[in-house]
């Protein structure tokens, strides 16, 4: 399990002294242990996957938000957060592996109009969880559809 890699790292981060690495994989932790107490349930790797795909995207957006008003050194830390729940998340997929697998969803949900975009985004939010920006994704998909 994807939970279990992460707090036997957290150890391996503690005994070497690796402490920017420790607070990132504790940060990972304490949202996943966050979510498992509100839900009032154990996560799955998938459920893990989504929490660690938010943080992706916070820190993506924070990265941005950073370097845009010239503080480099936050943007950063952002940028080494990034690369550190990277680590955990599956391998990415590629634009023409996202414009595949959209056409293929788009087919099978008979998607003709931007009406239909929510259909579509349902489904391929469960595909491409964790393995593709789903903002790209999205305007991929409303490109195809108002085609």
């Known amino acids: 399990m994807l939970k279990a890699t992460l707090q036997k790292d ?6 070497s002294g690796d402490k920017k690495r420790r607070q990132i994989i504790r940060l990972m932790m304490s949202a996943i242990k966050q ?4 839900n009032r349930k154990e996560l799955s790797d998938d459920d893990v996957i989504a929490v660690l795909g938010k943080m992706l995207k916070q820190r993506r957006d924070s990265h941005t938000q950073y370097t845009d008003a ?3 050194d ?26 595949a697998i959209i056409d293929e969803i788009i087919t099978s949900t008979g ?20 393995r593709a920006d789903m903002g790209a994704a999205s305007a991929l998909v409303k490109q195809k559809l108002t085609a």
Do not use: C
């Open 111 to 130: 998607a003709a109009s931007p009406k239909d975009m929510g259909k579509v985004m349902g489904q391929l939010k469960a595909k491409l969880q964790g």
């Open 10 to 15: 957290q150890i391996k981060a503690m005994k």
């Open 74 to 99: 936050l943007a950063e830390q952002e940028a080494f957060e990034i690369t550190i729940i990277n680590e955990y998340l599956p391998e990415a997929l590629s634009d023409d592996e996202v414009a």
């Open 35 to 38: 979510i498992e107490i509100d």
């Open 70 to 72: 010239g503080r480099n």
